[in-house]
Structure formats: structure tokens, C-alpha cells
């Protein structure tokens, strides 16, 4: 398979760190991270320990700090301590206490500030709400919040009694919703009546209301009130939130947890099958969170960082969440799009606050060029330091675009490779420290053992693509999927002995840095997130008109991918456009709009191996407009092709 991965891309610009930047910086040298390098990854448990050791607060020191019987590990066994107190408790004996955590605004234009006594307050509230409901440890509770703090202290009052959250994302549809619930087997459900969104406002209580249709196993839902917008209350069921915190004290000691207590599930794509719960416990998360957050944003005292990604995601759970607020951060937060009610929000935020970090994503910076220069051009961006992407590689163009005109030529730009399962950022510029090369994540975190190997796990000589893989356990890695050990065996270690398969491909330059080619395996990565095809082809066959649905990804220029699908229909069902936006709408309607169809195309017949299986590569390269060039010897059906490439040219 690594045969197919090619990598084309030549960039010989290189960008130093600045000797300003570098003189104050955690890290100040590239020899200073090779030593440093050099030691983590010889001594991985070492390493950790003494991060460990300067990062958290325990409630009881760990025994053993790794415990691996691949593929299962136990990071700091023995260890007791709390992650909501370790993101709020411990930073109120001294002037932190009265620093901001969160900064908040809202799309219409409120603004909020948290101090972290205030958020510990707020927090310890909840968790007696939670618990006034009977939420106990372990039990599992969804957030679908819209982009506000209460997202956060609904995500920490659970880290606080134990109990285990999975954030829906708030774009996600009442499908999305039922089938998390379903899978977690949670009992409450925190919601808002509904959040902002370019002027707009999303109907979460509905959307949850729908979920619940038939449910009999949530027994709570509490609802925030947000937008004002009408909603619908079940009695018994539903109570608000504002109510239910008059009813609780602010006192709720945290509880002391194993170090392999489940935090979270996180609900991502796969490639096969539905969304995967991927599963991250206290300790080793929180660790790998907080010290990347630390190292990787060089995070100061006075720093305003912003993170623009969503709640929802992972990169809202540890870099708007565990890892800032462990680290005693001030952390930014904005509720709405980046387009209202003009293109210059983010940047007019930024001024107006004095942003010093901005982590964001490579779709939204495409989106920035499109919109033009003079929007960051009119405000003031001088306050940022370090700028960061993540989600997708970068290409070189929107790399120097980011860096001049949003960073001033002056801010490093931290290009950040990880996954959902990986927890933390695993391959990254070390600002103060790494040279920089536009388009490249550049090098691993210190105790990442990262490379790229060919099938039998041999690493493949420079320039050369193949697998990336992580070859020894990190503290911030998934321990299990939700429910299904088989599949977390199967997906995880068992492409190649004995390591981690991210299921990217990738290519080292002759510096070692890492290059990212994008998924091998049948995932979307559109507009940075990732989106299983075959969860979009169920959709699209749930559809009573529709026979058979392949799904492919075609270059775009915005969303990195657009998503076509391929669709032949029942008989008696009559091609044509009106059904084209039916069905776009009803894949909206069961995922979620981010995974809308682009383009429908229909077709007599799908091209297939002998054996049965859709020939994807045919089809993606007919999607993309191109030639059919590759091998087709094993086509069962060559007039299927020629018909597909007929209706591409009259399409
Ligand atoms: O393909 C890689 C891409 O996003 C995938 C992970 O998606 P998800 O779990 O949704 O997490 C996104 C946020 C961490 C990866 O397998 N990816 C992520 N960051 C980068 C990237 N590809 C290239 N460069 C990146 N910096």
C-alpha cells in the first residue's frame, strides 16, 4: 500500500527563529530540543516521570509509571489525583486566583470574564447539580452546548465526580446526537436551548428533543439558556439550568481519582462502520495536554491565547480546555463565525483583546485569503507572538500568507500534527527552537517516537513515503475504543507489529522533518475534520430512492476535500437535480451539515472488483475531474466505467 503514497511537493524556504524570540523561549536552540529529543525517546518513562512531577498536582504519587502489555497501557498506575482540580483548585493560592481564565464572547457581541475562582465556583456548582441527579463516577453524561463557558464547566464538573463526558459537536444533526447516546449508554444530557451561528441560531433543544425520540434512557436533560429562542420542556425530564443552580451549594470537594479513570469519549470517523468512541483517561492526557501546551505555544503567565476550534472536537478538549487551564492559562473564547457580522471578526478579537497566541485551522486560513488582506489589514495584530494550525496539511502558499499577513513576518508558526486518539500534539515546531519550512509539522514532541516505516515496519529512507506510525506508548494516546477492544486492536496495532498506525502516510525530508500526504485508509478530511465515507454512504442508502452510494473525496480548494458521492437508485426512481439536493439534504440531516454531499452524481452501476468491492480509486480520480490512468485490470465491469466517465463530461 505504501506504494501509492506519493509525495511531490519541493519547498527549500526555510525560516529561522528570531534571536528575540528565542531568547526568552522554554526552548531556545535546536540543540537544546535534540538533547532534549535525544534523551525523551531513549528514556520515554524518564521523561514523563519528571513531567509528571513539575505538571500536576497529586493527590497520591504513581507507582508505576508504564504499565504496557500492547495494546494496552497504564500510565502512572497507583497515581491518585483530580483533573478539574488540577485545572482549577490548584492555581487559587496565589495571584492566579484572580486572573482571568476564560474571556468570552458571544456572536451577538456580550462579553463574559471568568476568573478562575469564579469558574472553580461555577464549576463546583454544577457538579452538585450533576450529582443532585444521581450522576455518579463513571457514569457517562453528553454535553451539546454551543460555544460558551458553560460548555467547559459542564465538561470539568464532570471531570470532578468522576463522571465521563462526551461532547457532541454542536453542528452535528439529532441522528448524530441518538447514536452517541446509544453507544455511550449515557443517563443525562446537558444542552442550551440554542447557540449563534452567523446570525442565525441553531436549534440545539430541538435537535435533542428529536434525539430523544423513543429514549427511555435519559433520564435528565439540562438545558442553558442561551439564545431565548421557544423550545419545548417534557416535565420530568427537562430542567434549566439557571434553576437548577439556585437549588446547590458552591462547595464540592473533588473527587480523588485513579490515574486511569475514563475522562472522556470522543465520538471520530473511521473507515468503516460508525463513529468510533475513542476514550481518554485522567493522568496521562491531562500530562500530555498541559506539557504541549506549554512547549508547544511557548505559554507564558501573561499570554491571551485563543484556540478557535470548537468544543466538540479534540483540539477544543485539550487546547481550549485541559491543556491551557492546567497550565493556569488565560484563555480566549468566541462563540460564533468567523464572517459575522463581517470577515474581520477574528482579526477585530484579536485586537481588541490583545490576543498573543492563535491556533486555528488550515480551511479557515483558505477562507481568510479568499475573503482578502484588507480585512486583517484593518486592525491592529501587533499583540500576537505565535500563530498555529492544525487539522490538515497546510500548503506553502497559505503558510507564507499566514505568516506574513497574519503573524507580521515576526511569529513562528506551529504546523501541529495529532489525532483524536493521539490526545496532545504529536509532531510540531518548538517555537524558539525548530527552523521553520512552510507546509511541514517538522519534528516529533519530545517523547514521541514518530516515523515513517514500509509494511513490514521498517522506516523508509528520506524522502521516500510510507506509514506514520508511533513506535513506543505516550501518556496522551486513546486506551480503547468504547466498547469495542476488538476494533481498537484491529484499527490501531495491527497494520504493522508492534506499533501505532495513524493511518496517514507521510515523508521525512533529509532533516528528519515530516511532511504529511493525508489519510491512506477511506476517511474525508473536510474543512480539517475527518469524516468516515462509508457513515456518509449509510446515510445516503437509508434514503428509500437509493440503491447503492459510493463516497470519495475531490480536491477543493476551500475545504482541503469536497465530498462527491456516487449514487445509483432503485428502480422506478428518477435521476435528476431536484433529488440530487433531496439527498444532500437527507445526509445533512443524519450526520450533519459538514458532510452534505458537494456534488451527487448518478449512475448505473458502480465500478467493482470482481470480488465485489468498490473500486474508490476509479472513482475518486473520475471525481476529481482527472483521467482514469491507474491499473483497471481487476474492473468486473468495464462498460460501468466508460458510462461513469460519460456522465462526468456532461455533468
Ligand atoms: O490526517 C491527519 C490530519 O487530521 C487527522 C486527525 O483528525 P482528527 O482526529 O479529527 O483531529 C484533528 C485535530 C487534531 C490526522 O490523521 N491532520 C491533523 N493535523 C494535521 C493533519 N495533517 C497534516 N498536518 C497537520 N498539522
Same mark, same amino acid.
Given at each position: 500500500?505504501?506504494?501509492?503514497?506519493?509525495?511531490?511537493?519541493?519547498?527549500?524556504?526555510?525560516?529561522? !527563529?528570531?534571536?528575540? #524570540?528565542?531568547?526568552?523561549?522554554?526552548?531556545?536552540?535546536?540543540?537544546?530540543?535534540?538533547?532534549?529529543?535525544?534523551?525523551?525517546?531513549?528514556?520515554?518513562?524518564? #521523561?514523563?516521570?519528571?513531567?509528571?512531577?513539575?505538571?500536576?498536582?497529586?493527590?497520591?504519587?504513581?507507582?508505576?509509571?508504564?504499565?504496557?502489555?500492547?495494546? /494496552?497501557?497504564?500510565?502512572?498506575?497507583?497515581?491518585?489525583?483530580?483533573?478539574?482540580?488540577?485545572?482549577?483548585?490548584?492555581?487559587?493560592?496565589?495571584?492566579?486566583?484572580?486572573?482571568?481564565?476564560?474571556?468570552?464572547?458571544?456572536?451577538?457581541?456580550?462579553?463574559?470574564?471568568?476568573?478562575?475562582?469564579?469558574?472553580?465556583?461555577?464549576? $463546583?456548582?454544577?457538579?452538585?447539580?450533576?450529582?443532585?441527579?444521581?450522576?455518579?463516577?463513571?457514569?457517562?453524561?453528553?454535553?451539546?452546548?454551543?460555544?460558551? !463557558?458553560?460548555?467547559?464547566?459542564?465538561?470539568?464538573?464532570?471531570?470532578?465526580?468522576?463522571?465521563?463526558?462526551?461532547?457532541?459537536?454542536?453542528?452535528?444533526?439529532?441522528?448524530?446526537?441518538?447514536?452517541?447516546?446509544?453507544?455511550?449508554?449515557?443517563?443525562?444530557?446537558?444542552?442550551?436551548?440554542?447557540?449563534?451561528?452567523?446570525?442565525?441560531?441553531?436549534?440545539?433543544?430541538?435537535?435533542?428533543?428529536?434525539?430523544?425520540?423513543?429514549?427511555?434512557?435519559?433520564?435528565?436533560?439540562?438545558?442553558?439558556?442561551?439564545?431565548?429562542?421557544?423550545?419545548?420542556?417534557?416535565?420530568?425530564?427537562?430542567?434549566?439550568?439557571?434553576?437548577?443552580?439556585?437549588?446547590?451549594?458552591?462547595?464540592?470537594?473533588?473527587?480523588?481519582?485513579? %490515574?486511569?479513570? !475514563?475522562?472522556?469519549?470522543?465520538?471520530?470517523?473511521?473507515?468503516?462502520?460508525? !463513529?468510533?468512541?475513542?476514550?481518554?483517561?485522567?493522568?496521562?492526557?491531562?500530562?500530555?495536554?498541559?506539557?504541549?501546551?506549554?512547549?508547544?505555544?511557548?505559554?507564558?503567565?501573561?499570554?491571551?491565547?485563543? $484556540?478557535?476550534?470548537?468544543?466538540?472536537?479534540?483540539?477544543?478538549?485539550?487546547?481550549?480546555? /485541559?491543556?491551557?487551564?492546567?497550565?493556569?492559562?488565560?484563555?480566549?473564547? /468566541?462563540?460564533?463565525?468567523?464572517?459575522?457580522?463581517?470577515?474581520?471578526?477574528?482579526?477585530?478579537?484579536?485586537?481588541?483583546?490583545?490576543?498573543?497566541?492563535?491556533?486555528?485551522?488550515?480551511?479557515?486560513?483558505?477562507?481568510?485569503?479568499?475573503?482578502?488582506?484588507?480585512?486583517?489589514?484593518?486592525?491592529?495584530?501587533?499583540?500576537?507572538?505565535?500563530?498555529?494550525?492544525?487539522?490538515?496539511?497546510?500548503?506553502?502558499?497559505?503558510?507564507?500568507?499566514?505568516?506574513?499577513?497574519?503573524?507580521?513576518?515576526?511569529?513562528?508558526?506551529?504546523?501541529?500534527?495529532?489525532?483524536?486518539?493521539?490526545?496532545?500534539?504529536?509532531?510540531?515546531?518548538?517555537?524558539?527552537?525548530?527552523?521553520?519550512?512552510?507546509?511541514?509539522?517538522?519534528?516529533?514532541?519530545?517523547?514521541?517516537?514518530?516515523?515513517?516505516?514500509?509494511?513490514?515496519?521498517?522506516?523508509?529512507?528520506?524522502?521516500?513515503?510510507?506509514?506514520?506510525?508511533?513506535?513506543?506508548?505516550?501518556?496522551?494516546?486513546?486506551?480503547?475504543?468504547?466498547?469495542?477492544?476488538?476494533?481498537?486492536?484491529?484499527?490501531?496495532?495491527?497494520?504493522?507489529?508492534?506499533?501505532?498506525?495513524?493511518?496517514?502516510?507521510?515523508?521525512?525530508?533529509?532533516?528528519?522533518?515530516?511532511?504529511?500526504?493525508?489519510?491512506?485508509?477511506?476517511?474525508?478530511?473536510?474543512?480539517?475534520?475527518?469524516?468516515?465515507?462509508?457513515?456518509?454512504?449509510? %446515510?445516503?442508502?437509508?434514503?428509500?430512492?437509493?440503491?447503492?452510494?459510493?463516497?470519495?473525496?475531490?480536491?477543493?480548494?476551500?475545504?482541503?476535500?469536497?465530498?462527491? %458521492?456516487?449514487?445509483?437508485?432503485?428502480?422506478?426512481?428518477?435521476?435528476?437535480?431536484?433529488?440530487?439536493?433531496?439527498?444532500?439534504?437527507?445526509?445533512?440531516?443524519?450526520?450533519?451539515?459538514?458532510?452534505?454531499?458537494?456534488?451527487?452524481?448518478?449512475?448505473?452501476?458502480?465500478?467493482?472488483?470482481?470480488?465485489?468491492?468498490?473500486?474508490?480509486?476509479?472513482?475518486?480520480?473520475?471525481?476529481?475531474?482527472?483521467?482514469?490512468?491507474?491499473?483497471?485490470?481487476?474492473?468486473?465491469?468495464?462498460?460501468?466505467?466508460?458510462?461513469?466517465?460519460?456522465?462526468?463530461?456532461?455533468?
Amino acid at each position: 500500500m505504501s506504494n501509492n503514497i506519493e509525495s511531490h511537493l519541493v519547498e527549500n524556504r526555510v525560516f529561522k !527563529p528570531s534571536k528575540v #524570540f528565542a531568547k526568552t523561549a522554554h526552548i531556545s536552540s535546536l540543540e537544546e530540543y535534540q538533547e532534549l529529543y535525544r534523551k525523551s525517546v531513549k528514556s520515554p518513562e524518564r #521523561f514523563w516521570a519528571q513531567q509528571a512531577a513539575e505538571t500536576l498536582v497529586w493527590r497520591k504519587k504513581w507507582k508505576t509509571v508504564l504499565a504496557w502489555n500492547e495494546p /494496552y497501557a497504564q500510565w502512572f498506575a497507583g497515581g491518585k489525583l483530580n483533573a478539574s482540580e488540577n485545572c482549577l483548585d490548584r492555581h487559587l493560592t496565589g495571584a492566579r486566583r484572580n486572573k482571568a481564565a476564560l474571556i468570552w464572547e458571544g456572536e451577538p457581541g456580550e462579553k463574559r470574564t471568568l476568573t478562575y475562582q469564579q469558574l472553580h465556583r461555577e464549576v $463546583c456548582k454544577f457538579a452538585n447539580v450533576l450529582k443532585r441527579h444521581r450522576i455518579q463516577k463513571g457514569d457517562r453524561v453528553i454535553i451539546y452546548m454551543p460555544m460558551c !463557558p458553560e460548555a467547559v464547566i459542564a465538561m470539568l464538573a464532570c471531570a470532578r465526580i468522576g463522571a465521563v463526558h462526551s461532547v457532541v459537536f454542536g453542528g452535528f444533526s439529532a441522528e448524530a446526537i441518538k447514536d452517541r447516546i446509544n453507544d455511550s449508554q449515557a443517563r443525562l444530557v446537558v444542552t442550551a436551548d440554542g447557540g449563534y451561528r452567523r446570525g442565525g441560531v441553531i436549534p440545539l433543544k430541538r435537535n435533542v428533543d428529536e434525539a430523544l425520540k423513543d429514549n427511555e434512557q435519559i433520564e435528565k436533560v439540562i438545558v442553558f439558556r442561551r439564545a431565548h429562542n421557544e423550545i419545548s420542556i417534557k416535565e420530568g425530564r427537562d430542567v434549566w439550568w439557571h434553576r437548577e443552580m439556585e437549588y446547590v451549594k458552591a462547595d464540592c470537594p473533588a473527587e480523588e481519582l485513579d %490515574a486511569e479513570h !475514563p475522562l472522556f469519549i470522543l465520538y471520530t470517523s473511521g473507515s468503516t462502520g460508525k !463513529p468510533k468512541g475513542i476514550l481518554h483517561t485522567t493522568a496521562g492526557y491531562l500530562l500530555g495536554t498541559a506539557a504541549t501546551t506549554k512547549y508547544v505555544f511557548d505559554l507564558r503567565e501573561e499570554d491571551i491565547y485563543w $484556540c478557535t476550534a470548537d468544543i466538540g472536537w479534540i483540539t477544543g478538549h485539550s487546547y481550549i480546555v /485541559y491543556g491551557p487551564l492546567c497550565n493556569g492559562a488565560t484563555v480566549l473564547m /468566541y462563540e460564533g463565525a468567523p464572517n459575522w457580522p463581517e470577515q474581520d471578526r477574528f482579526w477585530r478579537l484579536i485586537e481588541e483583546y490583545g490576543v498573543t497566541i492563535f491556533y486555528t485551522a488550515p480551511t479557515a486560513i483558505r477562507a481568510f485569503i479568499r475573503w482578502g488582506d484588507e480585512f486583517p489589514n484593518r486592525h491592529d495584530l501587533s499583540s500576537l507572538r505565535v500563530i498555529g494550525t492544525v487539522g490538515e496539511p497546510i500548503n506553502p502558499e497559505a503558510w507564507m500568507w499566514y505568516y506574513t499577513v497574519i503573524g507580521g513576518s515576526r511569529c513562528p508558526i506551529v504546523d501541529t500534527w495529532w489525532q483524536t486518539e493521539t490526545g496532545m500534539i504529536m509532531i510540531s515546531p518548538v517555537p524558539g527552537a525548530t527552523p521553520l519550512k512552510p507546509g511541514t509539522a517538522t519534528l516529533p514532541f519530545f517523547g514521541v517516537d514518530a516515523a515513517v516505516v514500509d509494511d513490514q515496519g521498517n522506516e523508509v529512507p528520506p524522502n521516500v513515503g510510507g506509514k506514520l506510525v508511533i513506535r513506543k506508548p505516550w501518556p496522551s494516546m486513546l486506551r480503547t475504543i468504547w466498547g469495542d477492544k476488538k476494533r481498537y486492536r484491529k484499527q490501531y496495532w495491527s497494520e504493522i507489529k508492534g506499533m501505532y498506525f495513524s493511518g496517514d502516510g507521510a515523508r521525512r525530508d533529509k532533516d528528519g522533518y515530516f511532511w504529511i500526504v493525508g489519510r491512506i485508509d477511506d476517511v474525508l478530511n473536510v474543512a480539517g475534520h475527518r469524516l468516515g465515507t462509508s457513515e456518509i454512504e449509510s %446515510a445516503l442508502v437509508s434514503h428509500p430512492a437509493v440503491a447503492e452510494a459510493a463516497v470519495v473525496g475531490r480536491p477543493d480548494e476551500l475545504k482541503g476535500q469536497a465530498v462527491v %458521492a456516487f449514487v445509483t437508485l432503485k428502480q422506478g426512481e428518477h435521476p435528476g437535480p431536484e433529488l440530487g439536493d433531496r439527498l444532500r439534504q437527507h445526509v445533512a440531516q443524519a450526520i450533519g451539515a459538514i458532510a452534505r454531499p458537494d456534488d451527487v452524481r448518478f449512475a448505473e452501476g458502480l465500478p467493482k472488483t470482481r470480488s465485489g468491492k468498490i473500486m474508490r480509486r476509479l472513482l475518486k480520480e473520475i471525481a476529481g475531474g482527472g483521467q482514469v490512468i491507474g491499473d483497471v485490470t481487476s474492473l468486473e465491469d468495464f462498460n460501468v466505467l466508460m458510462r461513469l466517465r460519460g456522465e462526468t463530461k456532461e455533468g
